[in-house]
């Protein structure tokens, strides 16, 4: 694999946006879910600004072709039914509401919502199986976490375990039942501080508690690889204040975690939330957007360190590729997406899309993730 020495002047080289591949179009029906194709999956917005409205964006870009599916909500986190790949249920971040896609007939087939008092972080997930979603709620008066478990053909509550702390966002299961979840709060009097809290859900009890040694960090996003390394996104905790960083924070090898705090130049710029992470396993690199700098960053797994950094209008969600050569990155202010390489981390000119309406905060690749959840029912 290329590597390149990074010099302070070569960190911080700004992407502009501008249209240089081809405008997606509406998509005829000729074999549009393949998935042996790159099919991308985000929140969306359209129209104008005195009517917006919000949908689910499917974009398949072999084909450079769309569907737009209108929902009630701009969907924030985005789960694919491991029983059934045209099954996707999206949450509202913050909100009461949810509901499922049938990708088909691209339409909304159920409206959801959470219990009174309650409101969805934006995120939850599937049991393996598929016959629980577990839903990362707040309290709405006290901001205390819930996991409401509930049944995925009803949506019916089948048990509520406390996530142990406030404000839950994120979460992550794992293959061995474990359930992580990060609590972006902090109470006044301390008692309740970020943290990723990760339970065993055959038992409810604490496996394990991961704080973070810098105060300001809230914890938010995180991703955790199938060898165990983990990177956590955080946000600052006071929003209000727009001189201070997001950061990152990288675990390998179980050993302790550290947030990065070098170098220098690229720590100051990455100002507000770091937001969406992608993970290429093979090479040990992880890839952050940080949307309010206007910036990506990409960073080594297993020597905690910054590889590239530059500047980028307003990216936001972060994937892989089928073939796991690019990341790809939805980003700007008129929506597009762009590849970008694995090998020298610069955008691929060919591959840039725009508009593509994609306005939420994350990016799933469809056929990517079929290969996790259902490796035997892919082409079923």
């Known amino acids: 694999m290329t590597r390149h020495n990074i010099s302070r002047r070569n960190f911080l080289k700004s992407i502009p946006v501008y249209a240089i591949g081809s405008s997606l179009v509406s998509c005829t029906h000729r074999?549009?879910?393949?998935?042996?194709?790159?099919?991308?999956?985000?929140?969306?917005?359209?129209?104008?600004?005195?009517?917006?409205?919000?949908?689910?964006?499917?974009?398949?870009?072999?084909?450079?072709?769309?569907?737009?599916?209108?929902?009630?909500?701009?969907?924030?986190?985005?789960?694919?039914?491991?029983?059934?790949?045209?099954?996707?249920f999206c949450f509202e971040k913050n909100g009461r509401y949810a509901c499922e896609i049938d990708l088909k007939t691209q339409s909304v087939v159920r409206t959801l919502h959470s219990e009174d008092n309650q409101l969805f972080s934006g995120h939850a997930c599937f049991s393996r199986n598929g016959k629980f979603i577990y839903c990362i709620e707040s309290n709405k008066d006290n901001l205390q976490g819930n996991i409401t478990v509930r049944d995925s053909k009803t949506f019916e509550v089948t048990q509520q375990l406390p996530t142990l702390g406030l404000s839950p966002h994120h979460c992550h299961l794992s293959k061995e039942e474990l359930l992580t979840i990060s609590n972006t709060g902090k109470s006044e009097s301390g008692f309740h501080q970020p943290s990723l809290v990760s339970l065993d859900l055959k038992t409810a009890k604490l496996v394990e508690r991961i704080k973070l040694n810098e105060e300001n960090l809230n914890c938010g996003h995180f991703r955790i690889t199938n060898n165990n390394d983990l990177i956590i996104t955080s946000a600052p905790i006071d929003i209000n204040d727009k001189t201070l960083s997001g950061g990152v924070s990288i675990r390998h090898n179980n050993k302790p975690i550290t947030t990065m705090t070098e170098p220098d130049v690229v720590i100051k710029r990455m100002t507000g939330e770091a937001l969406s992470i992608e993970v290429n396993e093979q090479f040990s690199i992880a890839a952050v957007t940080h949307p309010e700098a206007n910036l990506i960053t990409f960073w080594s797994i297993k020597d905690k360190k910054i590889i590239k950094a530059y500047g980028f209008e307003n990216p936001r969600g972060i994937s892989l590729t089928l073939d796991k050569k690019y990341f790809m990155i939805s980003y700007g202010h008129r929506p597009a997406m762009v590849k970008i390489s694995i090998e020298d981390f610069t955008p691929l000119p060919d591959s840039l899309v725009q508009?593509?309406?994609?306005?939420?905060?994350?990016?799933?690749?469809?056929?990517?993730?079929?290969?996790?959840?259902?490796?035997?029912?892919?082409?079923?």
């Open 31 to 88: 074999n549009f879910f393949n998935p042996d194709e790159d099919i991308f999956l985000s929140g969306g917005s359209f129209g104008d600004k005195a009517a917006i409205k919000n949908a689910l964006v499917i974009i398949n870009i072999a084909q450079q072709k769309k569907k737009v599916v209108e929902t009630p909500f701009l969907p924030h986190g985005i789960n694919i039914n491991p029983t059934n790949k045209y099954s996707i």
């Open 355 to 380: 508009p593509t309406l994609s306005t939420g905060e994350h990016i799933i690749n469809w056929s990517l993730t079929l290969r996790d959840i259902m490796p035997k029912q892919v082409y079923s």
